[in-house]
T-cell receptor, first 111, second 114 residues
């Protein structure tokens, strides 16, 4: 079993839709949870992070972690064609720099 | 501009011909890491370095070598490349402190081994 599981998609939505991207993880020691966005032919860039459980909002993006169910979510409101990218969830333990990534979900937002 | 640079960006080579992919960061970061990205497998860590002269294996180190003689540079060496090392490679760096610590990724090197 992979430590972080993610549906590869692709997920296709119309512009303006609410997008929900999800991951599950198996390692109870994970405390930091990140979402990276990767455009085609580019390196991943950090989009959002959360520590432990809870929600974090940044503009149209909301990251949510439920440690009881080991579930990580990213919500995108009013999705735009420029949001079309691969979204990677990642987690790590406290004190360790190693990130464990999901396989990434490809999102396509059509105008 | 804070950045991680990699060279070359694209490389086609033949089996057994030694190659080096360079990685450099200008953020004075202590932690550097190499990943490979393959369809369906995501990003997997090859090697990482916590500081100068300190390196350790990641999840898929076989067939790779690294060195960290200077803080800013972390080259990836393939002594005898094989076709199964055809992949997209990313170098990343972070300050290495505990807590939320953003890893910055380079633009990637697409390697094809024939």
């Amino acid at each position: 079993q992979k430590e972080v599981e993610q549906d590869p998609g692709p997920l296709s939505v119309p512009e303006g839709a609410i997008v929900s991207l999800n991951c599950t993880y198996s390692n109870s020691a994970f405390q930091y949870f990140m979402w990276y966005r990767q455009y085609s032919r580019k390196g991943p860039e950090l989009l959002m992070y959360t520590y432990s459980s809870g929600n974090k909002e940044d503009g149209r993006f909301t990251a949510q972690v439920d440690k009881s169910s080991k579930y990580i979510s990213l919500f995108i409101r009013d999705s735009q064609p420029s949001d079309s990218a691969t979204y990677l969830c990642a987690s790590r333990d406290t004190g360790f720099q190693k990130l464990v990534f999901g396989t990434g979900t490809r999102l396509l937002v059509s105008p | 501009e804070a950045q991680v640079t990699q060279n070359p960006r694209y490389l086609i080579t033949v089996t057994g011909k030694k190659l080096t992919v360079t990685c450099s960061q200008n953020m004075n970061h202590e932690y550097m890491s190499w990943y490979r990205q393959d369809p369906g497998l995501g990003l997997r860590q090859i090697y990482y370095s916590m500081n100068v002269e300190v390196t350790d294996k990641g999840d898929v180190p076989e067939g790779y070598k690294v060195s960290r003689k200077e803080k800013r540079n972390f080259p990836l060496i393939l002594e005898s490349p094989s076709p199964n090392q055809t992949s997209l490679y990313f170098c990343a760096s972070s300050s290495g402190t505990s807590g939320i610590d953003t890893q910055y990724f380079g633009p990637g090197t697409r390697l094809t081994v024939l």
